[in-house]
């Protein structure tokens, strides 16, 4: 599967961005789906994750409340809803897939990635 992330932009504290991720070349639902980011000289790491059916979910604390994350696998999409932004959610984003039995949170579980899609959250 070849994943293509977008939607990123500039945006002022407390606005709110929705991130896609287009998904072709593979049936996009049968991987689970996830959402990173990563700021210079940092690892990156997991926003949230959604399984391949779109039951469960997964976020990390500092954007619980804050970020959505859906799919719909008849458009081949996922998408990152990011509401009440703050400026240390400053990062490149970006989409990934995995297989696996169960919803993976590490980013080693990721086999396919997107190009990054940039957010920056001014104060």
């Known amino acids: 599967v070849q994943l293509q992330a977008f939607g990123g932009g500039l945006v002022q504290a407390g606005g709110s961005l929705r991130l896609s991720c287009a998904a072709s070349?593979?049936?996009?639902?049968?991987?689970?789906m996830g959402w990173f980011r990563q700021v210079p000289g940092k690892e990156r790491e997991i926003v949230a994750a959604?399984?391949?059916?779109?039951?469960?979910?997964y976020y990390r604390d500092s954007v619980k409340g804050r970020f959505s994350i859906s799919r719909d696998n008849a458009k081949n999409m996922g998408y990152l809803q990011m509401n009440s932004l703050k400026p240390e959610d400053t990062a490149v984003y970006y989409c990934?897939?995995?297989?696996?039995?169960?919803?993976?949170?590490?980013?080693?579980?990721?086999?396919?990635w997107g190009q990054g899609t940039e957010v920056t959250v001014s104060s």
């Open positions: 070349r593979g049936a996009f639902s049968i991987y689970h």
């Open positions: 959604i399984t391949r059916s779109g039951g469960s979910t």
């Open positions: 990934a897939a995995a297989y696996g039995r169960v919803l993976p949170v590490s980013r080693a579980d990721y086999s396919f």
